[in-house]
């Protein structure tokens, strides 16, 4: 039998050999590379702005080198701490709350009989996801304000009405919930993927053994999707310290900046509108290592503890 010409004496084709062989594949990925490339990889050069007195007139090649003094300004700012505290609780709470909400409803929407019902308390259930937050953000402006629907119940059942966006003890609050809302749908997606992969024989062993629904639940769907559960938090990590900008940036105000001000939102007011390029780029770098080590951490917990790794 002749020898494919691709493959070395090694059994291996070198990568010349390997790019003429799967031309095809590799002109088809080609235009997302590029976009990869020009959107992703050339802008990290405008990370130099952290190291700085960045001056636009200048330009990258011309203006001073400062080394660290950025980050020493940086952290000796009072808000600083208070900006980093308010997004890593906001951040938990939406990656805790938003795994809790979204495997509980795959698992009651696994539950329902009716195809029908269950097809379209799905579909429902995705649609916010595919909104702005510029147009959600105007919505629950409308429905939590002082003279609102939602405060207008709270009093017609004898209650103070509750001023969630201008509060500080309730705007975190208002934040994790609307965020909850607008994702746990979509975000059930790959849980009721990963509980089709569940054996139905196990369910009925369960039954002849006397196990009722709830029990079912606990000892067969919940493990049997807890590898899934592992990778989606693992992958969540990531974005500790980036606590919705957009969300946050239309429903906020001065008053709730104690509570709701993160490390987004003060990149915007104190780098940009300010015009502190070289501020923002240090504490956006900042950021960006913190999320990936913690990525990086994450993934050997998960591998020790889960026997599960991402990469």
Known sequence: MAKNPTITAAGRRTFLQELAYNKLYYLMVLPGLAFLFVYEYIPMYGLVMAFQDFNPGLGFTRSPWIGFDNYRFVFRLPAVSRVFRNTIIISVAKIVFRQIAAITFAVLLNEMRVKLLKRSIQTISYLPHFLSWVILGGAFV????????????????GLDPIFFLGSNRWFRFTIVATDVWQSFGFGSIVYLAALTSIDPGLYESAVIDGANRFQQILRITLPGIATTIVLLTVLSLGQILSAGFEQILVLYNPAVYETGDVIDTWIYRFGLQQARYSLAT??????????????????????????????
Do not use: E
């Open 142 to 157: 409308s429905l939590l304000s002082r003279g609102g629907p939602v405060n207008q119940l709270i009093a017609a059942i």
């Open 282 to 311: 240090a504490v956006g770098l900042f950021r960006s290592v913190i999320g990936c080590t913690l990525v990086l951490v994450s993934n050997g917990l998960a591998r020790k503890y889960a026997d599960y790794q991402v990469f």
